[in-house]
């Protein structure tokens, strides 16, 4: 089945309409870019995607099945990582923390979980980071261990919004390559603003303003935006 499919979907908050006749196919190993201005309904058709917000019309699938059901399946890295990051954690606990999510009562990590988390911390290259507190590292070394902890879960997909908002150009050439590097194995759904790197590293990229129109990465200029 696709990783994620939509057939249509339509959203409005009251009679104000957010989504309309939104069409969007992403399968294994896409790499597709979500761009639109601010109010455009990015943020609603991510949460449309993980189940969050049922649209008014529409078929919704990840993974073949209702999202609700599936997204566990999703890594979903936030906007804003470093504002909600004030008290002392180590790198190790976050990246351990993406094990909580669907497991019910915290009964402590198992040899499973910190597999993963060793893993998922390989995959982005700050093992060597493992014992430092979070606060102490760079926006991109931040935004590389949110990566890692959305990837314990071992996703078929990987959310990630505005990553690059707090990353210096250099890193994010690195950031952009490291996300290249995952797409062997993990479809990769982005929303940004970063014009620059989206015709370099992006295989599809859509703007979304109530509507979704898919560009050509390669043929995209700013005047489509
Ligand atoms: P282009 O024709 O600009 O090179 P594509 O080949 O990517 O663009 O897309 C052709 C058409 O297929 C688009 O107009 C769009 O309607 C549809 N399409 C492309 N990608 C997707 C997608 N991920 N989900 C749903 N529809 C898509
Ligand atoms: P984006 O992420 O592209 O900025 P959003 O999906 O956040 O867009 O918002 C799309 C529109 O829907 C905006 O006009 C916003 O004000 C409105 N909106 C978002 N969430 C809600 C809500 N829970 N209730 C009412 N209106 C909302």
């Given amino acids: ?14 009679n104000t309409p957010v989504l309309e006749a939104v069409d969007l196919v992403v399968e294994d190993r896409d790499f597709l870019a979500i761009i639109g201005p601010n109010g455009g309904g990015k943020s609603t058709l991510l949460k449309v995607i993980l189940g969050l917000v049922k649209p008014d019309r529409g078929s919704v699938r990840l993974l073949g099945d209702d999202p609700k059901k599936t997204r566990k399946y999703a890594g979903y890295v936030p906007q804003y990582i470093s504002s909600n990051l004030d008290f002392p954690i180590s790198v190790w606990e976050v990246v351990l923390m993406g094990c909580l999510g669907h497991k019910g009562p915290f ?11 060793y893993e998922a911390l390989k995959v982005v290259d700050m093992l060597d980071y493992r014992d430092r507190q979070i606060g102490e590292l760079s926006g991109g070394q931040k935004q590389r261990v ?26 994010q050439r690195e950031f952009y390559e490291l996300l290249n ?45």
């Fill in 146 to 171: 949110f990566i890692a902890r959305s990837l314990v879960t071992r996703p078929r997909l990987l959310i990630l919004d505005e990553p690059s908002t707090g990353i210096d150009s250099k890193r």
């Fill in 107 to 117: 009964r402590g990590y198992n040899e499973d979980d910190r597999k993963a988390a």
């Fill in 1 to 14: 089945a696709e990783v994620i499919d939509l057939k249509d979907v339509w959203v409005s908050y009251g």
């Fill in 181 to 225: 590097r995952l797409k062997s194995e993990i479809a990769i759904l982005l929303v940004t603003h970063d014009m620059s790197a989206l015709s370099v590293y992006v295989d599809k990229v859509a703007c979304l303003n109530r509507r979704l129109h898919y560009h050509n990465s390669k043929e995209l200029s700013p005047k489509d935006l």
